[in-house]
């Protein structure tokens, strides 16, 4: 059985800035590429950032700049720091993990308002 959990979010005013962790754990091997989506309410579930096993990073044009993936590939954890926040940047964040199988983490509410 494999677990994510994924921790981090909460209330940020505009500007400020947010640390997402996100740890895999139980039977999973091989972790490839790991992941960060969101998804805001009534809108599809879109990719905000990805690293893969060799540390490439790719990124949504809309976050360029001001988010940051990382990964700890001895603890099966991905992060995702999230600066210069913006109220559009509201959704919950999921992490995905790509082994055998994806693997979604259960989200985390991150909301962006004065």
């Known amino acids: 059985q494999v677990r994510l959990v994924e921790s981090g979010g909460g209330l940020v005013q505009p500007g400020g800035s947010l640390r997402l962790s996100c740890a895999a754990s139980?039977?999973?091997?091989?972790?490839?590429?790991m992941g960060w989506y969101r998804q805001a309410p009534g809108k599809q579930r879109d990719l905000v950032a990805s690293?893969?096993?060799?540390?490439?990073?790719d990124y949504a044009d809309s976050v360029k700049g001001r988010f940051t993936i990382s990964r700890d590939n001895a603890k099966n954890t991905v992060y995702l720091q999230m600066n210069s926040l913006k109220p559009e940047d509201t959704a919950v964040y999921y992490c995905?993990?790509?082994?055998?199988?994806?693997?979604w983490g259960q989200g985390t509410q991150v909301t962006v308002s004065s």
């Open positions: 995905k993990v790509h082994s055998a199988y994806d693997y």
């Open positions: 139980g039977s999973i091997f091989r972790i490839t590429t």
């Open positions: 690293i893969t096993s060799g540390g490439s990073t």
